[in-house]
């Protein structure tokens, strides 16, 4: 993010901190599709999902005039959504042991049946791989390959250093290429 999305991101927070629906609602526009994808890939599921994302904004516009009143500073406010659904995909996780790994969500009409298949087989095939991670390692492929943010974006959401990060990314690829190659070798 350059340092005119940043003074811009810094404005719309605070016009929302003071109840400004308008200027929430950029922020909830700018960061819909990022925080959806996270959800995905934790949940497998797209209508949790997309639960998941909306109690996301909705948590973060309930608790903006608290934070504000308690004089807290924001801090990086795309760390604090994705620490927000973090929290909600734990939760949910907490309350239910999903049984099967989500739907299809490929409904365009530009894709044959065949395409639509391979794509959702191709998706479960990644989010199961990406189950069988601890969590950090699942927080880092996500937000590193499928959020396609930086390892300076990616350490601030997670709490961690940029070289911390690195190494984490590392592991991640290391043990999902484990997985992956494992699955393969048993289908042939």
Known sequence: MNIEDESRQTELLKFAVEGDKQAFGLLYEKYLDEIYRFAFYKVGDSMLAEDITE???LKTWESLPKLYAK???MG?????LYRIAHNLVIDYYRKNKPEQLGENQYQSKALSPEEISERHA???RIIAALKKLEPKLQQII???????LSHQETASIMNI???YSRVLQYRA??????ILLKKETHHV
């Open 55 to 57: 109690e996301t904004f």
């Open 71 to 73: 004089g807290q500073k």
């Open 76 to 80: 990086n406010f795309r760390a604090w």
């Open 122 to 124: 191709l998706t479960q």
């Open 142 to 148: 996500i937000l590193r390959f499928i959020n396609q």
């Open 161 to 163: 250093s940029n070289t």
């Open 173 to 178: 690829i290391k043990a999902l290429k484990v």
